[in-house]
């Protein structure tokens, strides 16, 4: 089979679309749970990604292969993911980054891990 090229691109709110379906709905991290309830998890998504990329700075990256979205990953600091609280291991360390969710698809495993490589370097160079 031959090898399709990966790109990797920041999460914005112009490709969050391109995030799987059951993920752009899923706020499991980015809400506290009393706020679970009657809402529109997908309008949860995008307002706490807007939220986050204007108070904090990128938060995520999609990998395409093939021009097709392969898989993604997202983070951010413990006081943009109110979940993390809820954990027995909390208090998470406020200069700590959580890798909060990914995904990729089976056949572009090697697409999550170039998903990955920026968050690395990310955190390499916030922790210099």
């Known amino acids: 089979m031959p090898r399709r090229s990966v790109d ?3 999460l914005t709110l112009d490709n969050l679309h391109d995030l799987p379906g059951p993920c752009r709905a899923c706020v499991f991290w980015e809400l506290d749970p009393a706020s679970i309830g009657a809402i529109d998890p997908e309008m949860e998504k995008e307002a706490w ?3 986050t990329l204007l108070e904090w700075g990128r938060c995520g990256h999609l990998a395409y292969a093939g021009g097709q979205p392969a898989g993604y990953v997202l983070y951010a600091p413990a006081a943009y993911v109110p979940r993390s609280a809820a954990f027995p291991t909390a208090p998470v360390s406020p200069d700590a980054v ?6 990729a698809y089976l056949l572009a495993i090697p697409a999550f891990f170039a998903v990955l490589l920026p968050l690395t370097a990310r ?3 916030k922790a210099a």
């Open 8 to 10: 990797c691109v920041d």
């Open 49 to 51: 990604l807007s939220d």
């Open 98 to 103: 959580l890798l909060i969710s990914g995904f």
């Open 123 to 125: 955190v390499q160079l």
